[in-house]
């Protein structure tokens, strides 16, 4: 995908004299300089979709765990920190997708008037064809758009009816009606589904080149193998497909079927179920979980050999890769030169169960508080750094606990951490922050993982049929937590008897399939939302592990201030008052 970016962001640069397509400052009306545009030319739909992937909301790491019960950081001025600590408000809303989202689709919906006017190649079956997936990508982006303003923006309104956004589906000029009201929760879910369906039928599952017609699928008409190559071939790879829209429409469903939007929503536990099962079934079912998935971040081997869009087995669509330091930067302990900015609680530490695959406050576990990590799910020293772990290319010893000697121990310096852990997932061990030796790895952010898309069906799985049951596929709620367990080395000494005896309740399995989605997700940027589409407690205090002279003591770090209706967040205030039709969520002013 970098080649076809490349050629992309020539375009851009081509069409750098237009002004930005958003003026905020005027009834946030999106204008179009026709100095700088030709109608036909070919640059500018390619600009305009460039422009919707840039604005993805998933290309970078919000880290909003800092504003629940998993994560603090050290950093006064972080966003989510001050969400956490009540300052969360109509007025300031760093989690807002407002600007953002309705900015990409109005770039989606010019793309869609202006691509049929554009000669995309000599050829004009080719032309024709990149028109078809032009098109049907610009739905498709539209649609992640409009999901993640839900995400953001739905609730109940003033009124009591479950809301979404206002419905914008075609270009606003200044002639156009900007008081618009919100659609219901419902129509916008719809208008996803129909936005996604339309990129599935269009678009390929993935871009790869074909060796014969045979291969062609039949909608496309009677082309050559050049032809469908020279539109849906490997080049493209990394641009959106049929495989990803059956993804987002899975994600979109787990929304919708969950507990805060289903009373608004016509979607079913089934259907989510069967949406997320009908991605899984395309990579073998249950198959589709990459034995070294728990590491895809710092798999060197394989990160070094990712050709351009090309994916990892634990990876259904990501990002760029690029060399850098900027993760390691941010969150290597200080005496590695970071500066610790993301700090684990000891409520999250508390969740990973022992190896056995037990809680910790499970009798059966084994769990000795005096030795807290002792015999643990491996996943917690991969994610988090405890105290007498180790990071860095040297694999140093560090020390977090409070009467430690060194800037890592528990508040020491600014930099150091709040809660007595530091980052670990995500980062690259073998990159080295000394001034004297610094170097960069590669990175890239994934879109989507296979294992969530497991985790939702197991999820909606449990909820449609229970932990043993299944829809459509031949894989239940419980196997896919079997395998899920069983690749992160939990259970498997014992024949995981926790698990056994949680497959009898869907209660049961309910909350452990809750817990494994919190520890395999952690620091992705899930459990903000996740907690709120439970309608689950937000208020759960950020606790921490003090040691001194080798005794281990929990104690409180931060509150988290948040009243009943911040379930749902709100619509911006500079919105409410300009437009008389938009209702705001209640709660919020």
């Known amino acids: ?69 998993d994560a603090v ?103 156009s009606e900007f008081n618009i009201p919100r659609a219901t929760f419902e129509e916008c879910m719809q208008q996803i589904y129909t936005d996604l369906d339309a990129a599935i039928e269009a678009l390929p599952l993935d871009y790869e080149d074909v060796a014969g017609t045979g291969q062609i699928p039949s909608h496309y008409g009677n082309i050559t193998v050049s032809q469908y190559n020279r539109v849906f071939g490997s080049a493209f790879r990394g641009f959106f497909t049929a495989r990803i829209a059956r993804a987002i429409k899975a994600q979109a469903a787990l929304l919708a079927a969950s507990p805060a939007y289903s009373a608004g929503s016509t979607t079913t536990w089934a259907q989510a179920a069967n949406y997320a099962g009908a991605v899984l079934a395309l990579k073998g079912g249950v198959g589709s979980l990459a034995a070294n998935g728990l590491t895809w971040y710092s798999n060197a081997s394989e990160i070094t050999a990712l050709k351009d869009g090309a994916n990892p087995p634990e990876i259904l669509w990501r990002n760029n890769y690029a060399d850098n330091r900027d993760l390691e930067q941010a969150n290597f302990p200080p005496t590695l030169f970071g500066s610790g900015r993301i700090n684990p609680t000891q409520n999250l530490v508390d969740a990973f169960p022992m190896a056995n695959g037990y809680p910790i406050s499970d009798p059966n576990s084994g769990y000795n508080s005096n030795d807290p990590y002792a015999g643990r799910d491996p996943r917690l020293r991969t994610f988090i750094l405890v105290n007498g772990g180790t990071a860095g290319p040297a694999n140093t010893v560090i020390t977090t606990a409070a009467d430690g000697l060194s800037n890592d121990a528990l508040n020491k310096v600014e930099t150091s951490t709040r809660t007595g852990y530091y980052l670990r997932k995500l980062l690259r061990q073998d990159v080295n922050l000394n001034p004297n030796s610094v170097n960069n790895q590669r990175h890239y952010k994934p879109h989507i993982r296979y294992t969530e898309i497991l985790l939702m069906y197991a999820e909606a799985a449990n909820e449609a049929w229970g932990p043993t049951g299944f829809g459509e596929q031949s894989f239940s709620a419980y196997d896919v937590i079997k395998a899920i367990r069983g690749r992160a080395g939990v259970g498997t000494n014992n024949g995981d008897p926790y698990l056994e005896a949680a497959k009898t309740s869907k209660e049961t399995m309910r909350a452990l399939i809750r817990n494994e989605r919190r520890l395999e997700l952690c620091f992705e940027g899930f459990r903000f939302w996740d907690l709120r589409r439970w309608n689950a407690n937000l208020t759960e205090t950020a606790k921490g592990m003090s040691i001194r002279n080798g005794t281990y003591s929990i104690i409180n770090v931060q509150e988290r201030l948040f009243e009943s209706y911040m379930n749902y967040g709100p619509i911006p205030q500079s919105e409410t008052l300009k437009f008389s039709a938009l209702q705001q969520n209640k709660g919020w002013q």
């Open 73 to 175: 950081s050290n950093d006064p001025n972080n966003g989510y920190l001050k969400i956490a600590l009540g300052q969360w408000t109509a007025t300031n809303n760093p989690a807002s997708q407002w600007n953002n989202s309705f900015a990409a689709i109005q770039y989606m919906n010019i793309a869609l008037e202006e691509i049929e006017k554009a000669k995309l190649a000599a050829d004009p079956v080719v032309s024709d064809l990149y028109k078809k997936r032009f098109k049907a990508e610009a739905r498709g982006l539209r649609a992640i758009f409009f999901y993640h303003l839900l995400q953001n923006h739905a609730g109940v309104a003033q009124d009591g009816k479950l809301l979404g956004v206002p419905l914008l589906l075609s270009v606003q000029t200044p002639a």
């Open 1 to 69: 995908m970098n080649k076809i970016l490349s050629i992309l962001l020539a375009a851009v640069v081509l069409l750098s004299g237009c002004k930005d397509l958003i003026e905020p400052a005027i009834e946030n009306n999106r204008q179009l300089d026709p100095a700088d545009y030709v109608p036909g030319d070919a640059r500018f739909p390619f600009g305009l979709l460039l422009n919707g992937y840039n604005r993805l909301p998933t290309n970078g790491w919000s880290f909003n765990d800092v504003a629940t019960d």
